[in-house]
């Protein structure tokens, strides 16, 4: 294997991008707040706190994280046909004793899902590979990095993630790189599966949902260049602060 200089998984790449997008991100929720909850300036600061965090691996507590990773095992064991042991799972009955939805438990949370929402996403990917891990080596100006990370579900023509969230708009996934990153991996591995769907689920009130997919199609000469660039610009970033780097995997070193 050629030698690494950087290991880059996709969602921290999301993480710079957040990062690079912060005045972008804060003018779209709070320009128009008469009191908005922080200043361009601070919110900045906190979007670079969050990113060496996120490099540092600092351990965090978030309910909406905890919902979501709930929901995927749910249905990775639905997709597997096989339980997990990172959840506990209780059937909802109604009166007549039918299943309405499942309750369940994980990082000492309990979060309820409709049976009716559960059975349509994992239906979806029938017959699809759950969590695969997959790495490729990029290479860049300033050395070799290894991309990696786990797809969620791959079918035969085309690679899926799921996500949850309380609030959806249209493209709200254009930025981040899981489309980019995870269709390379697999070209360098033999596999052609340019075509990724972020499959959303937005979760409502009252157990209310909608589902979302946002669909993007990878082409080498194009995509590329830009996750190159984009890695590019983050290896820059991180020799201009690792004196605030702890946790050297991104660096190879471990």
Not at 17 to 23: A, G, H, K, R, T
Request: glycine share 4%; with cysteine; aromatic share 16%.
């Amino acid at each position: 294997m050629k030698e690494i200089q950087f290991k880059f998984y996709a969602t921290l790449l999301d993480a710079y991008q957040n990062f690079i997008d912060s005045d972008i991100i804060w003018e779209r929720y709070w320009a128009f707040s008469e009191n908005p909850p922080h200043s361009p300036e601070e919110f900045r600061e906190a979007q670079f706190q969050a990113l060496i965090d996120k490099i540092n691996r600092v351990p965090f507590d978030n309910e909406k994280a905890d919902r979501g990773t709930a929901f995927n095992e749910v249905i990775d064991c639905m997709v597997k046909g096989e339980n997990s042991d990172k959840i506990k799972v209780q059937k909802i009955k109604n009166d007549e004793g039918k299943v309405v939805g499942l309750n369940v438990t994980y990082n000492e949370r309990t979060f309820f899902f409709s049976i009716t929402l559960c059975r349509e996403v994992a239906n979806y990917y029938k017959g699809a590979l759950a969590q695969q891990f997959v790495e490729a080596v990029l290479p860049t100006i300033y050395g070799n990095v290894l991309l990696y990370g786990y797809i969620d579900y791959v079918l035969p023509f085309c690679t899926h993630d799921l996500k949850t969230t309380g609030s959806y708009s249209v493209g709200n996934y254009k930025n981040h790189w899981q489309h980019l990153v995870y269709p390379y991996a697999l070209y360098q591995n033999g596999c052609n599966v340019p075509d990724f769907e972020y499959n959303v689920v937005e979760l409502g009130k009252n157990n209310s949902y909608q589902t979302y997919t946002e669909s993007y199609s990878y082409v080498p000469e194009r995509d590329i260049p830009r996750l190159t660039q984009h890695c590019e610009d983050f290896i820059r970033f991180l020799q201009d602060n690792k004196s605030l780097i702890t946790d050297k995997k991104v660096f190879a070193l471990v």
